[in-house]
Nanobody
Framework: QVQLVESGGGLVQAGGSLRLSCAAS????????MGWYRQAPGKQRELVAA???????NYADSVKGRFTISRDNAKDTVYLQMNSLKPEDTAVYYC?????????WGQGSQVTVSS
């Protein structure tokens, strides 16, 4: 059983910053890829950022230059640093891990950006 525990969401004003954390219950080296998705009310879940064990990160166009995904392998934790937040970034953010075609999800963390 894989557990992904998220933390770091909250309410912030436009232009502010937040950092989301996702702690895995097993070594993140065991996953092919880890990333972050988000789902706003009435919208489909969408990829925000993802990073495989090797290679460059992949970002949604809407967050490029503002968000940064990083991994701390020693802590089995993945982070999403979010800067210059906009009201349209408001959503529930989900940590995701992929292994051999199977998706694992965190419980979701609410991020609300006020204008």
């Amino acid at each position: 059983q894989v557990q992904l525990v998220e933390s770091g969401g909250g309410l912030v004003q436009a232009g502010g910053s937040l950092r989301l954390s996702c702690a895995a219950s097993r070594s993140i080296f065991s996953f092919n890829e880890m990333g972050w998705y988000r789902q706003a009310p009435g919208k489909q879940r969408e990829l925000v950022a993802a990073k495989a064990i090797i290679g460059s990160p992949n970002y949604a166009d809407s967050v490029k230059g503002r968000f940064t995904i990083s991994r701390d392998n020693a802590k089995d934790t993945v982070y999403l640093q979010m800067n210059s937040l906009k009201p349209e970034d408001t959503a529930v953010y989900y940590c995701n891990a992929k292994k051999n075609g199977v998706d694992f999800w965190g419980q979701g963390s609410q991020v609300t950006v006020s204008s």
